[in-house]
């Protein structure tokens, strides 16, 4: 809610929903589980949520997809909801005249006095992360620029960071971002929260409670399926990460 909370603050948007897309197995990151039992996780731990829903589009597909394809993807679905959109469909943006950007998954600027009521606003998908994503960017291998430029570009960034990180820092001494600063929200989380999930596998793998930690159902889910184990924390050892093969890969032809 603190993300809605900002933006409805702004006057500008209005949040019609926020969509979790779980990463497929082939992103192959060390203890990453099967993407059937996140997306399950996922859902039971949103399904008294009014505004937040759980897609596994992503999750589905048999090869690793960038991110950028995934923002696509959602931003032509919000388009034309089509259930037979697919990957091909999702075409890059192209940045419309100078229209106002707005938020995240569907947000409506709020509308001037002499703007037409039947006048309909185009749906945002921006991409919700946290500090440590944003950093990511730095990290060779790990992003294509031509993505970054497009994602800032065209979506936009809503990033949640923690009072005194660099985030801001980060974005000065990267020339794509500080291009783009305007199409990236700041969101300072002041009442801060330590939960994580590492240190929720670290207190499963060490037979410590988690209860308050995560919704009863999912703990009940985790239990009945035995999940996060050392022997699930080992899974994709010694791995390279889909982006990093992928990319390094790209960048020898």
């Keep these: 809610m603190l993300l809605c909370d900002v933006f409805f603050s702004t006057g500008k948007y209005k949040v019609i929903k926020g969509i979790i897309s779980p990463v497929g197995d082939a992103y192959k990151k060390k203890g990453l589980i099967s993407a059937n039992h996140r997306v399950t996780m996922a859902k039971l731990a949103t399904k008294n949520s009014d505004w937040v829903e759980v897609d596994d589009w992503e999750s ?6 960038e991110t950028l394809k995934v923002l696509r993807y959602h931003h032509q679905k919000l388009l034309s909801p089509d259930p037979t959109n697919s990957l091909q469909n999702a075409i890059p943006l192209t940045k419309p005249g100078r229209k106002r950007k707005q938020e995240p998954n569907r947000h409506d600027p709020v509308k001037k006095k002499n703007q037409s009521p039947d006048i309909k606003s185009v749906p945002q998908v921006k991409l919700l992360c946290g500090s440590d994503m944003l950093e990511s960017f730095g990290i060779p291998n790990l992003w294509k620029l031509e993505d970054i430029t497009e ?6 960034l809503v990033c949640i960071s923690r009072a005194g990180n ?3 820092k980060f974005i000065y001494e990267s020339d794509i971002l500080w291009r ?3 199409n990236i929200h700041l969101v300072e989380e002041w009442i801060t929260n330590d939960i994580s999930s590492t240190k929720i596998r670290r207190a499963l793998r060490r037979g410590q409670s988690i209860r308050y930690l995560v919704p009863d159902v999912v703990q009940a889910y985790i239990e009945k399926n ?11 050892a010694g791995v390279v990460l889909a982006p ?4 390094a890969s790209d960048s020898k032809n």
């Design 244 to 247: 990093l093969q992928k990319h």
């Design 166 to 168: 660099s985030v801001q």
């Design 180 to 182: 783009h600063k305007n």
């Design 151 to 156: 994602i800032v570009e065209n979506h936009g």
């Design 60 to 65: 589905s597909q048999s090869e690793w997809l």
């Design 226 to 236: 035995n999940l996060y184990s050392p022997e699930s924390e080992d899974r994709n």
